[in-house]
């Protein structure tokens, strides 16, 4: 486990140091409290922030931007119910989802920043203090990975995980929920609540079996949550079929994250997640700078 854990932080650190440049390093800037220029409005901005004084001068609808704090509190929720314990590409999605959690770990240190974490399995929540430093990014990673599984047909509850977030209330911060959001989303109320504080940040991670069947005949599908097993046999028809609803059903979670105000990171087995998460900083780097 060491071993792989120093094998990330060097992928982490090198790769995501040598393409991401600036004094604040955020996936999800938050707004801050210091106010910043004006600049016009642009289709995407956020309603909240328009200056109607510099609007009502200039005739023009105007932005007032702010500027990020220095120290910025980011608490992590890691789903690790026995969901992600799958994996049929380069690893399981619980290997995903901590790499998630170092990325986050990494583009949100420095400048006085702490992060800590609620790490849910379904069996127990584990707490983790937020904190400052690299020992104590290093410690957590630990722990998370060091998290026992949770024993077949255990349900998650990320809806639960989330509000031990929420309460007792914390000073305004980042909020990052990794899940892949399987099942139906009951956890929408207690995001859209934890929306109302903090910004969001929804990291969503999927294997490729999870959105297509392959033809490989007759095979034995499992549900790690509740135990259930059926043996199908999957023909084209069955593919098609399982293919519409998963991509219903990513939709759904899609709308949901868009109605809670949360930005949407989608990191998969079958990708270089570290390349995914370079694209979606940059844009949101673009989208906080109005396009530039």
């Not at 809806?159 to 929408?188: C, H, K, M, N, Y």
Request: glycine share 8%; charged share 30%.
């Amino acid at each position: 486990m060491e071993a792989a854990l120093r094998t990330l932080e060097l992928a982490v650190r090198g790769r995501l140091d040598g393409l991401l440049q600036g004094n604040h390093l955020g996936l999800v800037p938050g707004p801050g409290s210091e106010p910043g220029e004006a600049r016009d409005y642009q289709p995407g901005d956020d309603v909240r922030r328009m200056d109607w004084a510099v609007t009502a001068r200039t005739t023009e609808p105007h932005v007032r931007e702010t500027v990020a704090d220095r120290e910025l509190e980011t608490w992590a929720v890691l789903d690790l119910s026995a969901s992600l314990d799958f994996g049929t590409a380069a690893c399981e999605k619980r290997d995903l989802a901590l790499a998630a959690l170092a990325a986050v770990t990494h583009l949100t240190r420095g400048g006085g920043n702490r992060i800590g974490a609620i790490v849910a399995t379904g069996e127990k929540v584990v707490r983790i203090p937020a904190r400052g430093g690299m020992v104590h990014a290093q410690g957590m990673l630990r722990r998370v990975a060091s998290t026992p599984r949770a024993p077949e047909g255990t349900r998650g509850d990320l809806a639960t995980a989330i509000e031990q977030l929420r309460r007792p209330p914390r000073r305004r911060g980042l909020a990052v929920v990794i899940s892949d959001f399987l099942g139906d989303p009951v956890w929408e109320r207690a995001l859209r609540a934890l929306s109302a504080r903090h910004e969001l940040l929804a990291v969503e991670v999927l294997d490729p079996r999870e959105i297509e069947l392959p033809d490989v005949g007759t095979v034995v599908l499992a549900d790690p949550e509740t135990g259930r097993q059926r043996e199908v046999t999957i023909t084209p028809l069955l593919a098609r079929e399982f293919a519409a609803a998963a991509a219903e059903h990513r939709e759904q979670v899609a709308a949901a994250l868009r109605r809670c105000g949360a930005a949407h990171l989608t990191l998969r087995t079958d990708s270089d997640w570290i390349a995914d998460v370079v694209r979606f900083v940059l844009a949101r780097k673009r989208t906080w700078s109005g396009g530039r």
